[in-house]
């Protein structure tokens, strides 16, 4: 392909909310599809055998693996109330800034405190 | 003009086209349609597996086979998995096509990733119908 000078792009931006969270449930929904193979290794480690669930528990208990089992819960909580924002907005509702707005924080906000409860649930 | 749902579209489209939910590229909307549609039902079912993931992540051997034996979970679990894998999959090949501009690059990928994705659902699905099964 010929190499044409671009117009400015993404980069020329202040990051506001909008944008931030847009990119945001693209890399949650593409970090949860590597925590959907994880959850079929488990599954697929509990069929086979006692030494290979073993063998999975212990790397999930391992500080990566907890590290790992958090921001997976992170991630589907993030991607899930942000997926009920678009699936609103899909709907035509919810379009008018102040919404926008107060709709995102609702979702970065919610989605921390949720994960710190599951973590709690998980771990303790 | 036509009418829908009491809201008045231009004309744009064959009474045809428009029930076959075709637009201009003659494919896609489907795609997008289910990425919509898993997503709705990804919602109960991920809240689900949220409070039940450590079933699976953190529990005993015993506990775990215990778990996935009983029959809702196990139903439950299998229909998180279909929603899942394929909204993954579909999700997956929209972040291909937007971002792999290789004539060659593009399709191999997108046919990797759809096995890759159509194989481990498999075998999820597999695995849980094995525990209560076999
Ligand atoms: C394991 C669970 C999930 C995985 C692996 C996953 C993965 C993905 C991926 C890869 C995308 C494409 C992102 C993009 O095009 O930018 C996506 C989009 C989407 N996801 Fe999920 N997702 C999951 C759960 C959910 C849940 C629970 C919801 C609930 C509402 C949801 C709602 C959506 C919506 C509405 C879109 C379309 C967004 C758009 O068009 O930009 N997802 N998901």
Redesign the pocket.
């Given at each position: 392909m010929k190499q044409r000078p671009l117009s400015p792009h993404l980069q020329v931006y202040r990051p506001q909310i909008t944008s931030v969270l847009?990119i945001l449930?693209?890399i949650t929904?593409?970090g949860?599809?590597g925590?959907?193979l994880l959850l079929g290794w488990g599954i697929w480690s509990l069929s086979h055998s006692a030494e290979a669930y073993q063998c999975f528990t212990e790397c999930m208990a391992h500080p990566l693996g907890k590290l790992v089992t958090i921001g997976f819960i992170w991630a589907?909580c993030y991607?899930?109330l942000n997926?009920?924002r678009?699936?609103f907005w899909?709907a035509g509702l919810g379009f008018k800034m102040a919404a926008v707005n107060a709709s995102g924080w609702v979702t970065v906000i919610a989605s921390f405190v949720l994960t710190a409860v599951f973590a709690c649930l998980y771990f303790y | 003009m036509t009418e829908s749902c009491g809201k008045t579209h231009k004309k744009i489209e064959t009474p045809l086209a428009r029930a076959k939910g075709l637009g201009s590229a003659k494919s896609g909307y489907k795609h997008w349609w289910m990425?919509?549609v898993t997503?709705?039902a990804?919602?109960p079912?991920?809240v689900w597996l949220l409070f039940h993931l450590p079933n699976i992540f953190t529990a005993s051997y015993a506990e775990a086979q215990l778990w996935m034996s009983d029959p809702w979970n196990a139903v439950t679990l299998l229909l998180f998995l279909w929603a899942?894998f394929y909204?993954?999959l579909?999700?997956?090949e929209?972040?291909i096509e937007?971002y792999v501009h290789c004539h060659v690059g593009k399709p191999v990928m997108l046919i990797f990733t759809r096995f890759l994705f159509l194989g481990a659902g498999v075998m999820a699905v597999y695995a849980v119908l094995k525990i209560n099964f076999a």
């Open positions: 847009s449930h693209r929904g593409a949860l599809t925590g959907l589907l991607h899930l997926g009920i678009h699936l899909d | 990425q919509r997503a709705l990804l919602i079912l991920s899942a909204h993954a579909l999700g997956l929209v972040i937007d």
